[in-house]
């Protein structure tokens, strides 16, 4: 079933307004990108918390995206500058941790640039490919032992 | 607006669907009116679908649209009706009967999924209009991806004309196409469906088709005729390899009506074919052994080998079709016997004998008849042939005489004809043939008579002849030329100069002839025996095998309807065939020739010994190669391939168009714009330099769902562009093309183009050639000083001159004379014309239908003080149908528009809309999730790539999992009502659908929960196809794997789900408008027009602002006689209540009801309302500058418009310098202030006029006289006007040292001029009281920008809203503008106000933020982060949300440290369990531990 090769998982994160709706013009275009990644809509990455972050590596995440509307173009004014915030801060909080930074991106998506979602997608995919599994799938294994 | 009983009609025809027809459509709609939103297009959306980005926010297009479109297409009460045109209009305002004209689009909408399998298999590719041009589209496709409706269209143009010319009216362009496709055998069931006889047909046809070919018109027509052989060859081919097998044979039902056909060629064939396959009992009666007439024993091997024939009659006759041989009527059989055995008889017994040549000798031995020869070759006896062959005649006999003469052993073979080469009937490739066989044709030559030696024929005596006066068949009559006769020698001689039908045949049969032929009705083909029908060869006497095929058509159509005894005539297939309207035909100049195939032929000597076919088909590369040349000039081909891909069978070819007549009381015009066509102005070289491109098509470009997915190419080579240039004013301020006024966007459309444009691409150069930089909108100029700013834009103000295309490179070399005047040039990538904006195309005919008056250029005519009326009552308009205009302007004059409308309509308010009801839900609180999970297949969009049915075995045994299934459609009409009974019968309450999109498909499941009486929050949507079938079509497995997860994910959110239910709020219908100048007023009038109380609070002593400072305008001479008006009829108006001297202290509350508190003259007071207009003004700005103040002969235009209106200014002086942009455009007030270039035109004009020697200089920046204001511009120049060009970092000089000095340093001129002024005036602008707007705002909780205006909601798509809901904003509070503007938008915000309080009670929504107290440590942050205000303070010093305001984005919730708050729906442990869900299978598969934690998941969630 499970072939040698590292395949990454990765969980976005993806505003109702924009880059959900881009992702959507993603596929009525067929634009391909990697299988490997799992969309989760929020009607504005404002409402993300730090904690879903961090949640999504616990739990397995080799990556994270956060992929909101532009700057100055949030439908809900500003939700995706809170939204970056919260993310730069995690970013700190995983390098304190021992976990590439890089794990963890905020893009600014609109709803018409599908062909830049795909290729974020598909960077993305590449660059945790490279970094290798997350860290944290084994620690949290080890926790649990330790724990149990 | 009288409310006298007579009973208005509570509807609205808005005639536009772009965005200023949305805008209108939702107003309506949302304040209690019924709308018809007609648009001509496939979908709404307009030109703003087109953009990219907008300015000056960089917003992108189709972000801000969609919603918008999608809104319009769920509101009950909008009525989209695409593809529509308003063609009528009668009645009076409030009673309209509108007749609109409803184009097909030949997809049913009801029936459409929008699942895109039919464009995929469409063969069709034509340009694409809406990418204007870059790339192609598919014949039938939507008109964009997100295009509202989302259902698909059919483009069509008429009939092709090779359709038209085939006498059987063969799909030719169909199948053309198919063939492309390689869908061979489908091309060929497409030929039968009109002609039986395709193999046939590919060899002898005479092909009309191709004469009338749109190719022919380019290089060469296609070849058709081979093209039809080698598709049926194919099938040949397949046949005999055992690819293909031949349908069973069948046999007619023992009840089937009987039909007799007289004769087996083709007209016989054909009638016996469609009956047959109608299931009639077809016996056709043959006088020969075998079937095919004329196809058989008269067209020679050579040309049509007996096995193709026979292969044809094979197919036919399996149909169900009775042969019988060697029976000739009249001989074997009797007419009137066949007559009483059948229920109807088809007579098609040819032209079988040949006319007799009447000279001497033709009974000798060694003559003989063409057709007898044929015939007897054909029944496989050699007749003796020796020696020379004369044959006489010039049809088709003649020559395959010739030809076969020469196969069987003629020495040599002459034809003799007695007229020339350009009168032979014979098909000129037979006769090229014929020569190149080596046979010799004598023209205008004829027999006299036949020698005779030893019993035989020896020699043929001719004469000579000429041409003479035409003949009745119109050719010119041979004459004899005398004594010019001469001997041929020969030793056969074969007469073949025409058939004539048997007379044996025609004396037998009971029915009318005349000259020999049958006679019959031209449309039914019946002659005058009912029940017996006739065509072919014995009606129209020897014709070509597509026209027996033609009338065998035509008949079999006849007895079918006869034996149904329906009506013969009404509805034929040629009523509807029309031709491609003149005009719409495809570019030909622009299409690249390429030659026309030609097929192999058996050379010369290898063909004379033997009758093998001559002529070979085309290769399977030719064939392909020739399909690809067809032009598709008909649009869709109508091969039927989108009938067979659509599982919905929503596709109908025979739609046609529809009249519908609608009751409305009131009519809005919104019809847009249209593009200046670029190439008009030559000079630049659109259409023949392909790196020349509109702005239009530039901004497609930008587009990253365009067609180059946001990459900025040259169309020459696809390379990037780096140096770009724009040229401005293609098509505006240019009397050489009529249109001398200004388009008032391309400005800042170019300006945003080469901002989005460097972030494109690296590198980028841009250059944009201007006049004036007109940036007077809000913000605009900041914007144009940040392009400005960036090293790599440079604005050149010039004149341009021309283009040229550089040979090799393609690049671009644009000559133009720089602001000295000099000829400059520079060399560009790619160059942008910014063309302008023209009237719709379809406003000239929707005025004159509608009866409307248009302007000079042909924009609906409206006057400056009534901007939103057309000249007709009733019928009102918005947009840049009234002059060209920008989105927010333009989406303001719809609201203003709506408003009209409502005042129109106001008693019929609320009269026509539709409400819905559902049915009680069904408490679902105590209940165990009980869970229905629907796997869509979307027909092949997701089931063609993921494993449904493995989807649905992978979540079946889930927890909770009471049903899943799987269907075709999920949103179809079946499977909803399906869905419906599902919940009933298994008592689900939580429902999972796994198929597209939740941004448009939600809604609709949503709904349906709601009709099966469930919470609509109890539903959840896997988005497996937008988001994963179609992105990983090319990894199916790993596309199922992830297509388990997203369902497993949305299953065990879907158990965390509980039922919302949104709340009300009573609604205060009266409003409050603060300010009681032009736009207060007008606002509050509108209101009160629409017969809502409302409270105008005025801060100074008397209503009218700024009017009583304005006297005139450009257009108008009595503005005060419009101020009083305008007073009185507030003052008067029964509903508004005015606060004059009123200051307000205080406001509180929400949308639905706020509380403002007033202050007047000491008293204490509070009203209340639904909603609140801000309409707060600003005033002429005040300065220092140019010593103003120090001298008294420097002013301000104001102060000059008074002077001059108060007759006191005459004494003043000769010379008047105006100076601009005093205090503006600069560093305190970077805003442009809109009005004050107008305003200096206008005064220049006024001095002008008084005095025509006057000199008036005119010290500007840039000249902004947008829109029509241009022409006044044009005016003053032509008046004498001086205008000098200054910039900022040299503003003018103003002394009073010697009398009053002015000295300019202007670009234009080689050095400074000073010039000494009678008066100065300075044009200082707009600007706010900031004081009293900083405190108004803080009390209504509404943002300033930092000039102090009031920041809108949104500067594009919601410009007199503010983000607090039931606030809105209009007139100079919002930015500086003209009264007309001011009018609009002071009635826009009416209209936004009434879809407030046209309702009792407002809808709160249930997707909103709540805190939980006990968790709640009173921080307060939830206060300053919402943009909404919605959190407050409550009693209990906790934070709490005012659902009313709160918008749902959670970003309270997000902040909460306490993590007291909760967004529902969107709640923290329903992210968690998607998190956990989606990573939950990862590690199972790593670790092996098996489930954890997931039946842990599976619970509920209680209301709190």
């Known amino acids: 079933m499970k072939s040698d090769a590292f395949e990454p998982k990765i969980v976005a994160f993806c505003c109702h307004y924009c880059a959900y709706a881009s992702a959507d013009l993603a596929g009525s275009m067929r634009i391909q990108y990697p299988p490997n990644v799992r969309i989760i809509r929020t009607p504005c990455t404002g409402r993300l918390e730090t904690e879903y972050f961090m949640k999504a590596f616990e739990n397995g995440a080799d990556g994270v995206l956060v992929a909101g509307c532009l700057e100055g173009g949030c439908h809900f004014v500003e939700g995706n500058l809170c939204a970056k915030r919260r993310v730069d801060y995690t970013c700190e909080m995983l390098e304190e941790i021992g976990l590439e930074k890089a794990r963890l991106r905020m893009v600014n998506i609109s709803a018409a640039m599908a062909r830049p979602l795909a290729d974020t997608i598909t960077d993305m995919v590449e660059t945790v490919r490279n970094l290798g599994p997350s860290p944290l799938k084994s620690n949290g294994k080890l926790k649990q032992e330790s724990h149990s | ?1504």
């Not at chain 2, 058939?499 to 009971?510: A, E, M, Y």
């Not at chain 2, 183009?753 to 494109?760: F, I, K, P, R």
């Open chain 2, 1 to 1504: 607006m009288s409310n006298n009983g007579d009973k208005k009609i509570g509807a609205v025809l808005v005639a536009g669907g772009g965005i200023a027809g949305v805008q209108s459509a939702l107003d309506l709609a949302n304040s209690g009116f019924k709308v018809y939103l007609v648009e001509r297009d496939a979908a709404i959306g307009g030109m703003m679908a087109h953009l990219d980005k907008t300015f000056p926010t960089g917003d992108c297009a189709t972000c801000i649209v969609s919603p918008k479109l999608v809104e319009c297409a769920r509101n009950l009460n909008v009525e989209i009706l695409t593809l529509s045109e308003l063609v009528g209009l009668e009645g009076e305002p409030g009673h309209f009967k509108a007749t609109v004209r409803r184009h097909p689009r030949f997809v049913d909408e009801d029936k459409c999924t929008g699942c895109s399998e039919c464009t995929q298999v469409c063969p069709v590719d034509i340009p694409d209009e809406f990418n204007r041009h870059l790339g192609t589209r598919k014949a039938i496709a939507k008109l964009y991806a997100q295009a509202t409706p989302n259902i698909f269209g059919i483009l069509k143009n008429g009939h092709s004309p090779c359709k038209r010319a085939c006498p059987a009216r063969v799909n030719v362009h169909g199948y053309v196409q198919l063939i492309k496709q390689k869908e061979y055998l489908k091309a060929v069931n497409l030929i039968r469906e009109r002609n039986p006889l395709s193999a046939i047909c590919g060899r002898v046809c005479t092909h009309p088709c191709e004469t009338e070919c749109t190719r022919g018109e380019v290089d060469d027509p296609i070849s058709i005729r081979l093209l039809k052989r080698f598709a049926s060859d194919k099938e040949m081919e397949m046949l005999a390899s055992g690819q293909l097998t031949l349908p069973d044979e069948k046999t007619p039902g023992l009840d089937a009506r009987k039909v007799a056909v007289i004769g087996g060629g083709p007209a016989g064939l054909t009638v016996a074919n469609d009956l047959a396959a109608a299931g009639l009992a077809v016996t056709v009666y043959e006088a020969m052994p075998a079937a095919g007439g004329m196809l058989r024993y008269g067209i020679p091997e050579y040309r049509l080998p007996k096995k193709v024939l026979d292969h044809e009659v094979e197919i036919i006759r399996r149909k169900g079709v009775k042969f019988v041989f060697n029976c000739r009527v009249g001989k074997d059989v009797t007419f009137l016997d066949l007559r009483a055995k059948h229920d109807a008889v088809f007579i098609s017994g040819g032209a079988q004998k040949s006319r007799k040549l009447g000279v001497d000798g033709e009974q000798l031995v060694g003559v003989v008849d063409g057709i007898e020869f044929l015939r007897e070759v054909a029944s496989g006896r050699k007749p003796q042939v020796r020696g020379t062959v004369v044959v006489v005649g010039g049809g088709d006999t003649a020559i395959d005489s010739a030809r076969t003469a020469l196969r069987l052993g003629a020495k040599e073979v002459i034809i003799v004809y007695r007229r020339s080469r350009a009168e032979m009937p014979a098909t000129p490739s037979e006769i090229e043939a014929a020569e190149y066989e080596g046979i010799k044709i004598r023209y205008l030559t004829a027999p006299r008579r036949l020698q005779e030696k030893d019993g035989r024929v020896n020699a043929v005596e001719c004469i000579q002849m000429k041409l003479g006066e035409p003949d009745a068949s119109g050719r010119r009559r041979p004459v004899e030329v005398p004594g010019s006769e001469f001997t041929i020698q020969a030793d056969m001689v074969i007469s073949a100069i025409g058939q004539v039908v048997d007379d044996q045949l025609l004396g037998h049969i009971v029915v009318k002839s005349e000259g020999g032929l049958f006679q019959i009705d031209a449309v039914t083909g019946q002659t005058s025996v009912e029940g017996v029908f006739a065509g072919g060869d014995n009606v129209t006497g020897p014709a070509t095998v597509i026209e027996a095929v033609a009338a065998g058509k035509r008949a079999a159509e006849s007895i079918g309807r006869y034996l149904k005894g329906q009506d013969l005539r009404g509805d034929r297939f040629e009523d509807f065939l029309r031709p491609i309207p003149e005009g719409l035909l495809p570019a030909l100049d622009k299409v690249e020739k390429k030659p026309r195939a030609h097929p192999e032929e058996i050379a010369l000597a290898n063909r004379l010994s033997n009758f093998d076919e001559v002529e070979q088909g085309l290769t399977e590369e030719q064939a392909l190669a020739e399909a690809e040349r067809c032009l598709n000039c008909a649009l869709c081909s109508e091969c039927g391939r989108c009938v067979e891909a659509c599982k919905q069978h929503a596709i109908d070819h025979a739609m046609r168009e529809q009249t519908v007549t609608l009751d409305v009381g009131s009519v809005i015009l919104t019809p847009g714009f249209a593009e200046f066509d670029a190439s008009r102005k030559g000079e630049f070289g659109y259409g023949h330099y392909s790196n020349v491109v509109t702005s239009v098509q530039f901004e497609r470009m930008l587009s990253a769902a365009g067609p180059f997915e946001g990459h900025v190419i040259r169309l020459s080579d696809g390379r990037e562009a780096r140096r770009i240039a724009w040229i401005q004013c293609v098509g505006s301020r240019d009397a050489t093309c009529g249109n001398e006024y200004c388009s008032s966007i391309c400005c800042m459309m170019a300006t945003k183009q080469a901002l989005v444009a460097s972030e494109h691409i690296e590198g980028m150069d841009a250059t944009i050639f201007y006049m004036d930089i007109r940036a007077h909108g809000k913000d605009f100029d900041q914007y144009y000083e940040r392009a400005r700013a960036q090293d790599n834009i440079h604005y050149i103000k010039s004149i341009p001159s021309r283009i040229v295309q550089l040979p090799g490179s393609k690049d671009l070399r644009m000559a133009y004379l720089d602001e000295t005047g000099r000829l400059a040039h520079k060399e560009f990538d790619l160059i942008v014309l910014s063309v302008g904006l023209e009237p719709a195309r379809s406003m000239a005919g929707l005025a004159a239908c509608l009866d409307v008056k248009l302007n000079e250029f042909g924009f609906c005519d409206t006057d400056r003080l009534q901007p939103l009326c057309s000249s007709r009552p009733g019928v009102f308009v918005g947009g840049t149908a009234q002059e060209p205009k920008d989105i927010p302007e333009t989406v303001t004059q719809a609201s203003g528009a709506a408003s009209m409308a409502m005042e129109l309509l106001a008693p019929a308010r609320n009269s026509l809309i539709t409400k819905k009801s559902y049915p009680t839900e069904h408490d679902v609180t105590d209940e165990e999730p009980r869970l229905g999970v629907f796997v869509c297949h979307c027909g092949m969009n997701i089931a063609g790539t993921i494993d449904v049915e493995q989807v649905v075995k992978a979540v079946e045994r889930e927890p909770n999992i009471v049903v899943a299934s799987h269907s075709l459609f999920a949103c179809s009409d079946t499977s909803l009502s399906n869905l419906k009974e599902v919940i009933h019968q298994h008592r689900l309450n939580r429902i999972v659908v796994a198929s597209c999109t939740p941004r448009t498909h939600e809604p609709l499941f949503r709904e349906t929960l709601r009709e099966a009486g469930l919470n609509p929050y109890l539903f959840e949507l896997a988005n497996i196809r937008d988001q994963c079938s179609w992105v990983h079509s090319a990894a199916p497995g790993l596309a199922t794997e992830k297509a388990v997860e997203l369902v497993k994910m949305s299953i065990a959110r879907a158990r965390t789900l509980w039922p919302l239910e949104g709340g009300t709020l009573a609604v205060d219908q009266a409003g409050i408008v603060i300010g009681g100048g032009l736009s207060g007023m007008t606002a509050a009038l509108a209101l009160a027009n629409q017969g809502f109380d409302v409270h105008l609070v005025e801060k100074d002593n008397r209503l009218g602002g700024n009017l009583h400072s304005i006297h005139r305008t450009l257009e108008t001479e009595n503005i005060a006689a419009f101020t009083s008006d305008l007073i009185d009829r507030v003052q008067k108006h029964p509903r508004i209540k005015t606060h004059i001297e009123a200051e307000i202290t205080g406001i509180k509350g929400h949308v639905g009801k706020f509380h403002v508190s007033l202050a007047h003259g000491g008293k204490n007071a509070e009203v209340t309302g639904g909603a609140i207009i801000v309409a707060t003004g600003a005033q002429a700005a005040k300065t220092t500058e140019f010593l103003y103040g120090k001298s008294d002969r420097v002013l301000t235009q104001v102060e000059l418009e008074t002077q001059l209106h108060e007759k006191r200014w005459l004494a003043q002086g000769q010379n008047v310098v105006m100076i601009q942009c005093v205090g503006s455009r600069n560093e305190k007030h970077p805003y442009c202030s809109r009005l004050c270039c107008s305003m200096a035109v206008k005064n220049a004009l006024a001095i002008k006029k008084l005095d025509p020697n006057a000199n008036v200089y005119v010290l500007y920046r840039d000249i902004r006289t947008y829109g029509f204001r241009e022409i006044y511009y044009r005016q003053a120049r032509e008046a004498g006007v001086v205008f000098m060009r200054y910039v900022p970092e040299a503003p003018p000089q103003v002394t009073d040292d010697n009398g009053l000095m002015v000295t300019v340093n202007s670009p234009d001129l080689p050095e400074p001029l000073a010039i000494e002024a009678d008066n100065v005036v300075l044009s200082t602008g707009v600007e706010v009281d900031f004081e009293n707007n900083k405190r108004l705002s803080d009390m209504l909780k509404v943002p300033l920008n930092a000039d102090g205006f009031y920041v809108e909601a949104h500067m594009k798509l919601r410009p007199v809203d503010f983000t607090t809901e039931g606030i809105f904003l209009c007139g100079l509070a919002h930015s500086p503008k003209f009264i007309d503007e001011n009018l609009a938008q002071a009635r826009a915000a009416a209209a936004r106000a009434a879809t407030v309080l046209s309702k009792t009670h407002l809808d709160v929504s249930a997707q909103v933020s709540y805190v939980n107290q006990q968790k709640c440590i009173s921080c307060m942050t939830c206060v300053t982060v919402c943009p909404y205000s919605a959190p407050y303070c409550n009693k209990d010093g906790k934070g709490q949300i005012e659902a009313a305001k709160c918008m749902g984005c959670g970003i309270c919730a997000a902040e909460c440290p306490a993590r007291a708050i909760q967004l529902h729906h969107f709640e923290t442990d329903q992210f968690e369990v998607m998190i956990k869900t989606l990573l939950s299978d990862d590690r199972e598969g790593n670790d092996g531990s098996g489930a954890t934690g997931r039946a842990s998941t599976a619970h509920v969630v209680g209301k709190s």
